[in-house]
């Protein structure tokens, strides 16, 4: 069955802590991965995605995620993290179909 | 950057009411979903709209919904006698091509509740 885990319900980092969101798939065929962002009473945002190619993928507000088929995962990563990344943060699987899997979430709180 | 639309941004309507939640998608945009996310829950693919008919639906999609393109512009959910258990945040999205391949353009919601 096609899946998404998002072991992590709640992390908590101080600023300018490294963070990493895990994030583990199943999907039958060539996955294409992504990770969203949500914050309080907005939409979700487009962090990063990956499709082929490099497995480090680059994102925007400093986040990058690694694909690694071995361990179907695709961790979310960033070195230092501001206060403004407080937010929730959902990882989603999807390929050539009509929809995205989303995972259960991560809340990130980040303390000062 | 363009956006994704929806209106209203919360609504509370009572058990067995109709409600229609809109969303106007990027212009240029062929391909629209609504998703939904239950309170502490994932978020949930419900419909896919393309061509002016549903190409892909779940398991909750069921006769209660229905979506509608009215005007080449809106994008529309309807849930026809609300229940209790349809209270969740509805997330419209867009996108240019068939497919989770460029990601989807989300809008920022209607959080429904239902009383």
């Known amino acids: 069955a096609q899946s998404v885990t998002q072991p992590d319900i709640h992390i908590t980092v101080s600023e300018g802590a490294s963070l990493e969101l895990r994030c583990n798939y199943s999907y039958g065929a060539t996955p294409y991965l992504f990770w969203y962002v949500q914050s309080p009473g907005q939409g979700l945002q487009l962090l990063l995605k990956?499709?082929?190619?490099?497995?480090l993928v680059q994102g925007i507000k400093g986040f990058e995620a690694e694909f690694k088929r071995s361990q179907s995962s695709f961790n979310l990563r960033k070195p230092s993290v501001h206060w403004s990344d407080a937010a929730e943060y959902f990882c989603a699987v999807g390929g050539n179909t009509d929809k995205l899997i989303f995972g259960t979430g991560t809340r990130l709180q980040v303390f000062p | 950057e363009p956006e994704v639309t929806q209106t209203p941004s919360h609504q509370v309507t009572q058990m067995g009411q109709e409600v229609i939640l809109r969303c106007v998608p990027i212009s240029n945009h062929l391909y629209f979903y609504w998703y939904r996310q239950i309170l502490g829950q994932k978020v949930e693919f419900l419909v896919s709209?393309?061509?002016?008919?549903?190409?892909?639906k779940s398991e909750i999609f069921d006769d209660q919904f229905s979506v509608e393109r009215p005007d080449g512009s809106n994008f529309t959910l309807k849930i026809r006698s609300t229940k209790l258990e349809d209270s969740a945040m509805y997330f419209c999205?867009?996108?240019?091509?068939?497919?989770?391949?460029?990601?989807?353009?989300f809008g920022s919601g209607t959080r429904l509740t239902v009383v």
């Open positions: 999205a867009s996108t240019l091509t068939q497919g989770a391949n460029y990601g989807y353009t």
């Open positions: 709209f393309y061509n002016n008919e549903i190409s892909e």
């Open positions: 990956y499709f082929s190619g490099d497995t």
